[in-house]
């Protein structure tokens, strides 16, 4: 059941949607691009989840067994979700989704361990909020545990704003696009 969200006035952004090439704080090549809808890119991100840390692991996502990984990417892979992917070469790094919730997406991200603190999950939020864009997302929001400070952090210097903190969880949103942009 959606609720009713504060969400902030003014338009963030701009923001550049996929693909993106940059050169992570570790000298990595990585690429951005929007989920192709292949196996491939199915089994590189389920093989992504089953060796993410369980210490990484909030809000009971990602699942922890190869089933239910499976099932929760069913999930997040419907015909009205947004995925990005952060590729180092054949390997998926990262990975940030935006999933249909009333009049607006929720978004959950997330980056390997292997590549954390090198960059790439600020690339990944950017290019994925350029993508909502480019598809007529208006309104994102998201929680955050609110001792995660490295990501709170994060979501802050891209523009979100703490909407609700009444729990241990913070509610942080974003607005994209005003809504008067007919057709995207």
Request: glycine share 10%; charged share 30%; proline share 5%.
């Amino acid at each position: 059941m959606s609720r009713d969200r504060r969400f902030p006035d003014q338009v963030a952004g701009p923001f550049d949607g996929p693909p993106r090439r940059f050169e992570d704080r570790e000298g990595r090549e990585i690429e951005i691009r929007a989920h192709d809808g292949g196996d491939a890119e199915y089994e590189a991100l389920a093989s992504m989840y089953d060796e993410f840390d369980p210490a990484d692991r909030a809000q009971g996502i990602p699942p922890s067994d190869e089933r239910r990984i499976r099932e929760w990417l069913d999930n997040i892979f419907c015909e009205t979700c947004l995925n990005v992917i952060a590729w180092d070469g054949e390997t998926a790094a990262g990975h940030a989704t935006l999933v249909p919730d009333g009049d607006a997406y929720e978004l959950a991200i997330f980056v390997l361990q292997a590549y954390q603190e090198a960059g790439i999950g600020t690339h990944l939020l950017e290019v994925l909020l350029g993508y909502g864009v480019e598809s007529g997302v208006e309104k994102v929001w998201l929680t955050v545990e609110r001792w995660n400070q490295p990501a709170v952090g994060l979501y802050k210097k891209i523009g979100f704003e703490v909407s609700d903190s009444e729990s241990f969880e913070m509610e942080m949103a974003i607005r994209l696009t005003d809504g008067s942009d007919e057709g995207g």
